[in-house]
């Protein structure tokens, strides 16, 4: 077995293939942006979390490698995306020749990723889930017309900057969110994503840390 890094499955065509297949898919149904993006921009995350907290390197690569891929498994269907991401991440990683151990812990990760079933099992899967649930911002929206009739969109679209930041003195871990509230009001950011806020609050546990959301400066969570 060999020791497989994020550039390697950054760089597969096959991975690659998956991840734009998936989001077109996702595209056809009127979900925003999932392509390759949401997906650096979550292996970024994931990897600057586990980096401030400083766990060991491999993990880190690790946590990239499964936030890179963790929505491949819409390319078979939206439901149970999560599950089916992590069978199709297996057969990857195994044919690429990943140590088992490691293949493990990615797989784990993207099959407790999705709100519905999702638990922060692993180091892994609580960076991959606060990255996720972390990455709300207006570039995800794909058609501007559609904030009038689409509430996921109106919120992604009115979020005008997300910073998470990592204190780690203080034992907290905080989403600022600068949102145009002439868009929409906070309470409809509450409305379609309380579940999401909630499971950060648990992987944040799982690192001791304490989850907090400030939207426009005020502390709400």
Same mark, same amino acid.
């Given at each position: 077995?060999?020791?497989?890094?994020? *550039? %390697?499955?950054?760089?597969?065509?096959?991975?690659?293939?998956?991840?734009?297949?998936?989001?077109? @898919?996702?595209?056809?149904?009127?979900?925003?942006?999932? @392509? #390759?993006?949401?997906?650096?921009?979550?292996?970024?995350? *994931?990897?600057?979390?586990?980096?401030?907290?400083?766990?060991?390197?491999?993990?880190?690569?690790?946590?990239?490698?499964?936030?890179?891929?963790?929505?491949?498994?819409?390319?078979? =269907?939206?439901?149970?995306? *999560?599950? @089916?991401?992590?069978?199709?991440?297996?057969?990857?990683?195994?044919?690429?020749?990943? %140590?088992?151990?490691?293949?493990?812990?990615?797989?784990? *990760?993207?099959?407790?990723?999705?709100?519905?079933?999702?638990?922060?099992?692993?180091?892994?899967?609580?960076?991959?889930?606060?990255?996720?649930?972390? %990455?709300?911002?207006?570039?995800?929206?794909? =058609?501007?017309?559609?904030?009038?009739?689409?509430?996921?969109?109106?919120?992604?679209?009115?979020?005008?900057?997300?910073?998470?930041?990592?204190?780690?003195?203080?034992?907290?871990?905080?989403?600022?969110?600068?949102? %145009?509230?002439?868009?929409?009001?906070?309470?409809?950011? #509450?409305?379609?994503?309380?579940?999401?806020?909630?499971?950060?609050?648990?992987?944040?546990? #799982?690192?001791?840390?304490?989850?907090?959301?400030?939207? =426009?400066? =005020?502390?709400?969570?």
């Amino acid at each position: 077995m060999k020791r497989i890094t994020f *550039a %390697d499955i950054k760089h597969s065509q096959e991975v690659r293939t998956y991840i734009k297949q998936a989001d077109a @898919s996702l595209e056809a149904l009127g979900y925003t942006e999932h @392509s #390759f993006a949401h997906c650096t921009k979550c292996a970024e995350v *994931a990897g600057d979390i586990l980096s401030e907290l400083e766990y060991d390197p491999h993990e880190i690569e690790l946590a990239r490698i499964a936030a890179f891929m963790h929505d491949i498994g819409n390319v078979v =269907n939206r439901v149970d995306h *999560a599950q @089916s991401g992590a069978i199709m991440a297996f057969r990857l990683l195994d044919k690429m020749g990943m %140590d088992a151990k490691d293949t493990a812990a990615v797989i784990t *990760a993207i099959g407790n990723h999705d709100e519905a079933t999702a638990y922060p099992v692993n180091a892994v899967a609580a960076a991959l889930i606060l990255a996720d649930k972390t %990455d709300v911002r207006r570039s995800r929206v794909r =058609n501007q017309a559609t904030i009038y009739t689409d509430i996921h969109d109106r919120v992604n679209y009115a979020v005008e900057q997300a910073i998470v930041k990592l204190k780690k003195e203080e034992k907290t871990i905080t989403l600022h969110l600068t949102i %145009d509230t002439e868009i929409c009001p906070v309470m409809e950011y #509450f409305e379609i994503f309380l579940e999401r806020m909630l499971l950060c609050r648990k992987a944040a546990d #799982f690192f001791e840390l304490k989850f907090k959301l400030a939207i =426009n400066g =005020n502390a709400l969570l």
